[in-house]
């Protein structure tokens, strides 16, 4: 039996309530054979549609003086996460059942510390929202002031800073649920991005990349695995090119080499080696996977996916 730590990309999750309530009936199908075979499971997820979904509306309501003042961006980032986390744990709970393997699976609204002075806030660089033309990004800029980048060749999105976790706030309480036999749906989004005040914390307008969230619930779980889950099969070097090569093991002194050589984009898979990374050299004996959300039953096996290890 293994500790799997499994971080949903965003194509496991829809763009609207609606569609995400559909489909995520199958992207638990993968999640609850995991379970299946024994393995102990705690699931993160991405949020960069659904939190700038919940931003915007909040901001038009208040433009259009329906409400005073719009929810501040930490307050979007939680609410995102309860109603991602309602979907999810419904979903897997019900697939459990039907597979004759009931477990107690829940949401954990969690924050994680950020450092206030880290060098993400000077240099927006996470892309939240919807995709825009060119021509709707520059309107938005003059508009809205927002930050406006393209992405990945797919559109120009809206950029907020995505600094680094330092920890997991509530840490003890994920052990606890893991410890007793649960599946725990926690640093949904990246979590909520806070930073410390007096005693407590306090919100941070930002977006940590829920690879690298992932990457420290991971290493401070003891998690034996770090799957990193998205719409390809394989990392693969020149990507897109007659020479596509893909990879279906990396070790950790290989893949900073091809990062070094720019062989992952930015806003697409250089997080998800990044993450991988942190995690494989982190401990001897961890291994990081990035693999097709059908196929991680055949990534643990070594039959599909992108293997890194130190």
Same mark, same amino acid.
């Given at each position: ?210 690879? /690298? @969230? ?6 401070? %779980? +003891? #998690?034996?695995? *770090? =799957? ?5 099969? &394989? $990392? ?27 062989? /992952? @984009? ?6 998800? %080696? +990044? #993450?991988?990374? *942190? =995690? ?5 004996? &961890? $291994? ?23």
């Amino acid at each position: 039996m293994s500790r799997i730590v499994v971080a949903l990309g965003g194509n496991a999750l829809g763009n609207s309530p609606e569609e995400q309530l559909q489909l995520v009936k199958n992207t638990v199908k993968p999640i609850a054979e995991l379970i299946a075979r024994g393995h102990e499971v705690l699931i993160a997820h991405g949020n960069g549609p659904q939190v700038g979904m919940i931003n915007l509306v909040f901001e038009t309501a208040e433009h259009d003086k329906v409400i005073k003042h719009a929810m501040p961006f930490p307050e979007c980032g939680a609410m995102s996460q309860g109603y991602i986390g309602y979907h999810l744990q419904n979903a897997l709970r019900a697939e459990l059942n039907a597979i004759g393997h009931h477990k107690e699976v829940t949401t954990l609204v969690t924050e994680v510390e950020v450092d206030p002075n880290d060098a993400a806030f000077e240099h927006p660089s996470k892309p939240i929202g919807s995709f825009h033309t060119e021509a709707e990004a520059k309107e938005l800029e003059i508009k809205k002031g927002y930050i406006m980048k393209e992405d990945a060749g797919r559109g120009y999105r809206r950029v907020v800073p995505s600094p680094k976790p330092m920890g997991v706030v509530g840490i003890d309480i994920v052990k606890c649920l893991v410890n007793a036999g649960h599946v725990v749906i926690t640093v949904g989004g990246g979590g909520i991005p806070v930073a410390k005040d007096g005693f407590g914390y306090r919100g941070v307008a930002a977006v940590i990349d829920k690879d /690298f @969230a992932s990457q420290k619930l991971a290493d401070l %779980v +003891e #998690a034996d695995y *770090l =799957f990193i889950l998205t719409a390809v099969e &394989r $990392v693969a070097i020149n990507f897109n090119k007659p020479n596509q090569l893909e990879l279906d093991h990396l070790s950790v002194a290989q893949a900073k080499e091809y990062i070094k050589e720019g062989h /992952f @984009a930015k806003g697409s898979m250089l997080p998800k %080696v +990044e #993450a991988a990374i *942190l =995690f494989a050299e982190s401990k001897p004996g &961890r $291994v990081a996977i990035i693999a097709s959300l059908e196929k991680a039953a055949l990534a643990l096996e070594g039959n599909s996916g992108t293997k890194i290890t130190l």
